[in-house]
């Protein structure tokens, strides 16, 4: 059964509407929810947690709708955002006590093994923690009341390379014990190391839903300089952008073979900038 | 609800709520329109949820296995426990009053039991207003407040007229306890009834709203 299913999201607002948006996150794997800055993902993430009401569209976890279920699926369910600071002059220890008793399932001892993990002191309040601090804790509280689905909304924006990729190496330990993670992020190298999956969204219409090594081998990078194209070739670039060595367009790899230069594998922001390039020019 | 309402108390409760509580000791000042006490509870009210917007208190409370239809609640049982504070704090003060300074009030209803009856009107009347308006839309809390408190106003100043224009306030209600004792619980009866009609009809009319409303 698939940990959370999305059908046929919408949400219009009146200069963005979020269109038919499908997908369905299977357990235990990390899926990359990549996309520009107002593309999309947030929008989808808080219709998922009921923060926005969507105009149409079902949203199942494990199957249920969330008011089928008296909203317990809930219990199951941990979100994280780097944006969100919550009570930031309430002690950790507070608000800890506070979601506590909403969740049957806490484990206490799980939480201090965190709170000793994450070097996280529960005098503290939020504000006097840094970002990283703040979505470690964020991340000990999901964690504490044994969250199956970790719902990741930019959490490593903002932070250092070192506490990247600690917060990384904690994701990948999370999935190896069964967790399933939905990570939106634009920091796409982020899950060039994590991600068993990838959704891509773009002005609101989810143009990719497949597993990550797949989105890569589709598509292929050339570095060109736009008068050796003919038009046959200029049509097959899927977007292209300028550096300071001269050009780099995107195709798909069948078509790698119409063109004479090195066709090379891009990582995700490649793919990404190179797709939204073409979906401007 | 006991989990619901923990959180309020912790992580909501303003710090002037209790002292807004204390503040029915305005019943011992002489001639004072002693409806301004519940005025300032309505002020706590406010930065309860003012706060709770700086604090992302909506959003945190949605990340908790509970429904929008849960928050709502959540806030009406704290705001409801704290106006039950207040009217106990109230009649402790009345008490006080009585054994200092039993002289009757020119400036509005006596410290009496109908004080305590006129305060679920207030209540009732706060309830209607504020809750409905707020949930219609969490980010311009400040709009139900000024809405609310104009109407608390009015009725601040109906109730000092009615004390000297309406006969059955000036020569029943306005009067010292023991003084007509039934009709003053005849009215804290209709007053109380009243206040559960309200909060049910706000609660579910505020729930209604807040539904469609998006949390940004």
Same mark, same amino acid.
């Given at each position: 059964?698939?940990?959370?299913?999305?059908?046929?999201?919408?949400?219009?607002?009146?200069?963005?509407?979020?269109?038919?948006?499908?997908?369905?996150?299977?357990?235990?794997?990390?899926?990359?929810?990549?996309?520009?800055?107002?593309?999309?993902?947030?929008?989808?993430?808080?219709?998922?947690?009921?923060?926005?009401?969507?105009?149409?569209?079902?949203?199942?976890?494990?199957?249920?709708?969330?008011?089928?279920?008296?909203?317990?699926?809930?219990?199951?369910?941990?979100?994280?955002?780097?944006?969100?600071?919550?009570?930031?002059?309430?002690?950790?220890?507070?608000?800890?006590?506070?979601?506590?008793?909403?969740?049957?399932?806490?484990?206490?001892?799980?939480?201090?093994?965190?709170?000793?993990?994450?070097?996280?002191?529960?005098?503290?309040?939020?504000?006097?923690?840094?970002?990283?601090?703040?979505?470690?804790?964020?991340?000990?509280?999901?964690?504490?009341?044994?969250?199956?689905?970790?719902?990741?909304?930019?959490?490593?924006?903002?932070?250092?390379?070192?506490?990247?990729?600690?917060?990384?190496?904690?994701?990948?330990?999370?999935?190896?014990?069964?967790?399933?993670?939905?990570?939106?992020?634009?920091?796409?190298?982020?899950?060039?190391?994590?991600?068993?999956?990838?959704?891509?969204?773009?002005?609101?219409?989810?143009?990719?839903?497949?597993?990550?090594?797949?989105?890569?081998?589709?598509?292929?990078?050339?570095?060109?300089?736009?008068?050796?194209?003919?038009?046959?070739?200029?049509?097959?670039?899927?977007?292209?952008?300028?550096?300071?060595?001269?050009?780099?367009?995107?195709?798909?790899?069948?078509?790698?073979?119409?063109?004479?230069?090195?066709?090379?594998?891009?990582?995700?922001?490649?793919?990404?900038?190179?797709?939204?390039?073409?979906?401007?020019? | 609800?006991?989990?619901?309402?923990?959180?309020?108390?912790? &992580?909501?409760?303003? +710090?002037? *709520?209790?002292? !807004?509580?204390?503040?029915? #000791? /305005?019943?011992?000042?002489?001639?004072?329109? =002693?409806?301004?006490?519940?005025?300032?509870?309505?002020?706590?009210?406010?930065?309860?949820?003012?706060?709770?917007?700086?604090?992302?208190?909506?959003?945190?409370?949605?990340?908790?296995?509970?429904?929008?239809?849960?928050?709502?609640?959540?806030?009406?049982?704290?705001?409801?426990?704290?106006?039950?504070?207040?009217?106990?704090?109230?009649?402790?003060?009345?008490?006080?009053?009585?054994? &200092?300074?039993?002289? +009757?009030? *020119?400036?509005? !209803?006596?410290?009496?039991? #109908? /004080?305590?009856?006129?305060?679920?009107?207030? =209540?009732?009347?706060?309830?209607?207003?504020?809750?409905?308006?707020?949930?219609?839309?969490?980010?311009?809390?400040?709009?139900?407040?000024?809405?609310?408190?104009?109407?608390?106003?009015?009725?601040?100043?109906?109730?000092?007229?009615?004390?000297?224009?309406?006969?059955?306030?000036?020569?029943?209600?306005?009067?010292?306890?023991?003084?007509?004792?039934?009709?003053?619980?005849?009215?804290?009866?209709?007053?109380?009834?009243?206040?559960?009609?309200?909060?049910?009809?706000?609660?579910?009319?505020?729930?209604?709203?807040?539904?469609?409303?998006?949390?940004?």
């Amino acid at each position: 059964m698939d940990v959370l299913s999305v059908e046929k999201l919408v949400k219009q607002y009146p200069a963005f509407r979020l269109n038919e948006v499908s997908f369905s996150l299977p357990e235990g794997q990390i899926t990359g929810f990549i996309g520009r800055n107002g593309a999309g993902k947030t929008t989808t993430l808080h219709s998922i947690l009921g923060l926005l009401a969507p105009d149409s569209g079902e949203i199942r976890f494990w199957g249920k709708r969330l008011s089928d279920d008296g909203y317990k699926a809930k219990q199951r369910v941990g979100f994280v955002s780097s944006g969100m600071s919550y009570y930031s002059k309430s002690r950790l220890r507070t608000i800890t006590g506070v979601t506590r008793a909403f969740f049957p399932a806490w484990d206490d001892a799980l939480y201090r093994t965190y709170l000793n993990l994450f070097s996280l002191d529960e005098s503290k309040t939020p504000e006097a923690l840094s970002n990283g601090m703040k979505i470690k804790y964020m991340l000990a509280l999901a964690l504490s009341h044994n969250a199956d689905l970790l719902i990741l909304d930019e959490p490593t924006s903002g932070l250092d390379p070192v506490s990247r990729e600690e917060l990384l190496e904690i994701f990948l330990d999370l999935k190896e014990r069964g967790k399933t993670i939905l990570f939106s992020t634009h920091v796409t190298s982020d899950l060039d190391k994590t991600a068993d999956h990838i959704l891509y969204i773009s002005g609101g219409s989810l143009l990719a839903d497949r597993p990550a090594e797949a989105f890569l081998e589709d598509y292929r990078l050339i570095r060109f300089s736009p008068q050796d194209l003919d038009a046959e070739q200029h049509r097959r670039i899927l977007g292209a952008r300028r550096d300071k060595h001269g050009s780099t367009g995107l195709i798909r790899t069948e078509d790698a073979k119409c063109f004479a230069q090195q066709a090379e594998k891009p990582d995700l922001e490649q793919i990404m900038v190179h797709l939204e390039k073409g979906a401007e020019a | 609800m006991k989990a619901l309402l923990k959180k309020e108390l912790r &992580l909501c409760l303003h +710090p002037t *709520a209790p002292m !807004m509580i204390l503040l029915s #000791a /305005l019943t011992l000042i002489p001639n004072y329109p =002693y409806g301004v006490a519940y005025f300032y509870l309505t002020l706590s009210v406010f930065f309860i949820c003012l706060t709770g917007r700086e604090n992302h208190d909506i959003v945190f409370s949605l990340t908790l296995p509970i429904g929008k239809r849960d928050v709502v609640r959540g806030r009406f049982a704290l705001v409801m426990l704290l106006e039950v504070c207040q009217l106990v704090c109230m009649v402790g003060f009345i008490l006080l009053h009585r054994a &200092l300074s039993p002289l +009757p009030n *020119a400036a509005g !209803m006596d410290a009496n039991l #109908a /004080l305590i009856a006129e305060g679920f009107l207030y =209540y009732s009347v706060f309830h209607l207003i504020f809750f409905p308006t707020y949930y219609k839309n969490v980010s311009k809390v400040g709009t139900a407040f000024v809405l609310s408190s104009a109407v608390i106003f009015l009725l601040v100043v109906a109730d000092v007229v009615s004390t000297y224009a309406i006969p059955f306030f000036r020569d029943v209600l306005d009067t010292p306890d023991p003084d007509h004792m039934g009709a003053k619980l005849g009215f804290l009866a209709a007053s109380f009834c009243v206040y559960l009609i309200s909060a049910f009809v706000s609660l579910r009319l505020s729930q209604k709203r807040f539904q469609r409303l998006d949390i940004r």
